[in-house]
């Protein structure tokens, strides 16, 4: 039997193409949540009010049924036992695997800050998370979102369109700092502050204030901002406990190799839980959608004897934020010694990172009508001679001949 912990974007590709694959063998996915597969993506515009629940779900129970995949819902698996190829469940029942595949996910982090525990004070990764924040919300005139990436201005931007007076509190200089660089983050801070979401970077969260044990406040750098809620979006981490206490090879997340394949016999990793190697030739944790779904389809191949390598891709993102798309490929910071080209005209922002005469990064904002060919560039890590022609407005594909 195929096992799979998990049932989110890397866990569901890999029952999905093990179906594929082998059309006999039994197939269990086993997932806490009790909500189908759905978007966490799309989690936001839930709360926002844009889109029902239902239009986030992406594979229905009569769906995994049809495809004879069999799914146990609302548990939890508590321990990996690979000496004896079984996992444990909450309740205590183990299941016996011939592969395992741990697709555990992320979990969101918490800042080592008092009133956590508060009522009204929430996190945002799951369905159940949404709901309980949309209905906080339906009672609620201020909030706080703590943290600025991209779950937090997402959060920070629906509660605003709920009607909430919204505060987004970052302790970096910047909003979005892993996606975009100083300049493009003060573009991306103006566009959210246009649709009402007060924005405070360079901001410290000292602790939640509380009364009766419900939120009344965040204290941030010695300002108390008044609230009746708080969202706190500083991070997730690689759900990894079991792996780790099964004895794999963990480090941030659980370590496999371009097969998937974890420290252990028929143990595999995909998702958000694995650090692959990655792009720059080291390993690294991406926690990206499209990355988990290829990642858990490539696991699969393996588990079901085709042996198949993941390719990493360079760090990328494509969102839209505040109605701003912006679209980052590699690294747009740049190190010391890097050439930089910069074309900034209003929202549109434009910037490459050269060095040693290839392009690592690519950041574009507003105008993205160049971003494919551009992060084309950064993936082919081709030399580029005439780099002075890549900001020009008409540079396209038929360019890249002359290149
Ligand atoms: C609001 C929001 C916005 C996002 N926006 C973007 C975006 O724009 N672009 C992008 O690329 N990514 C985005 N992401 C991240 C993206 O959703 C994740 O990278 C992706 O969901 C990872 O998929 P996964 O299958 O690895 O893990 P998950 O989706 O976390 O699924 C793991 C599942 O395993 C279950 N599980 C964990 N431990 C156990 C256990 N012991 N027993 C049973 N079940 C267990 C969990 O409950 C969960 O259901 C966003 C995420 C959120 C929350």
């Known amino acids: 039997m195929y096992v799979i912990i998990g049932q989110g974007a890397a866990g569901t590709a890999a029952a999905n193409t093990l179906r594929q694959l082998d059309g006999k063998k039994a197939i269990t996915v086993i997932t806490k949540e009790t909500d189908y597969f759905y978007s966490r993506v799309d ?13 986030a779900m992406l594979q229905t129970k009569e769906r995994f049924a049809e495809l004879g995949i069999s799914c146990r819902m609302g548990e939890m698996v508590t321990a990996i036992i690979p000496e004896k190829k079984t996992v444990r469940l909450a309740g205590g029942e183990c299941l016996e695997y011939e592969k395992l595949l741990v697709a ?10 008092t009133g956590l525990e508060a ?23 201020t909030a706080v979102v703590i943290g ?22 970052e302790k970096l200089p910047r909003v979005l700092p892993r996606q975009v660089d100083a300049a493009a983050g003060a573009i991306v801070a103006r566009r959210i502050a246009e649709k009402g979401v007060a924005v405070m970077t360079g901001a410290v969260v000292e602790g939640i204030a509380t ?18 809620l708080a969202v706190v979006a500083v991070g997730v ?3 990894a406990e079991l792996a780790r206490q099964a004895g794999l090879e963990v480090r941030r997340g659980i370590v496999v190799d371009r097969f998937l394949q974890t420290s252990r016999p028929d143990i595999y990793a995909a ?5 692959a190697p990655d792009f720059s030739g080291g390993y690294s944790v991406p926690a ?3 990355v988990a779904v290829e990642q858990g389809q490539v696991a699969a191949s393996n588990m079901a004897g085709r042996k198949a390598a993941y390719l990493p891709v360079p760090a990328m993102n494509a969102v839209e934020v505040a109605g701003l798309p912006l679209i980052s490929v590699g690294d747009v910071e740049g190190e010391p010694g890097d050439d930089i080209l910069v074309s900034a005209q209003g929202d549109n922002y434009k910037k490459l990172v050269i060095r040693d005469k290839i392009v690592c990064g690519v950041l574009c904002i507003g105008d993205i009508r160049q971003a494919g060919v551009l992060g084309g560039l950064v993936i082919r890590q081709a030399e580029v001679r005439a780099a002075g022609r890549l900001l020009a407005p008409e540079f396209g594909f038929a360019d890249l001949l002359a290149m």
Do not use: F, H, N
């Open 271 to 275: 998702g958000d839980v694995a650090e």
């Open 288 to 290: 990206r959608w499209p």
């Open 43 to 55: 989690l936001p515009d839930i709360i926002a009010g844009y889109y029902p629940p239902s239009a």
């Open 237 to 239: 981490r690689p759900e």
């Open 211 to 228: 009364e009766d044990g419900a939120i009344v406040g965040v204290k941030v750098s010695g300002q108390m901002l008044a609230c009746d």
């Open 148 to 169: 600025a990436g991209l779950i937090g201005v997402k959060t920070a931007l629906a509660l605003a369109a709920r009607g909430l007076a919204v505060t987004l509190v």
């Open 119 to 141: 009522k009204g004070v929430y996190t945002l990764w799951t369905m159940t998370q949404a709901g309980a924040i949309i209905r906080a919300a339906a009672g609620a005139r």
């Open 104 to 113: 555990t996910g992320s979990v969101p982090v918490l800042p080592p800050i």
